[in-house]
């Protein structure tokens, strides 16, 4: 146990920012876990209306200083990449894959 009244202060203050970070931590989890099963399950109707709403818990995190950018930046690729994989190649193709298409059209011509 803290001896120091500063100590003893920040120990109060650290059980309330703990408090206010969990629920939203918690939803992060969970949320970004579902995502993930339901790319997994190959449930491309439901991953495409669930993304806004994963996308805005993370950016939420990262703006109250919960998880760090990077670790958002990192999460948010992974859950693109797994829906970009689980479209046809029209629907849901990566910008550098329609340029190449592009790209070969125009040589074509």
Known sequence: ???LKSAKKRVRQNAKKRARNFPVRSELKTLFKQQLDNIKDGKVKETVEFMPKVYSIID???KKNIIHKNNAARK???LAKGLNDMQPKGAGA????KKEEKKEEKEKK
């Open 94 to 97: 990566t910008a550098v894959e």
């Open 76 to 78: 948010k690729s992974r």
């Open 60 to 62: 939420m995190a990262v």
């Open 1 to 3: 146990m803290p001896i």
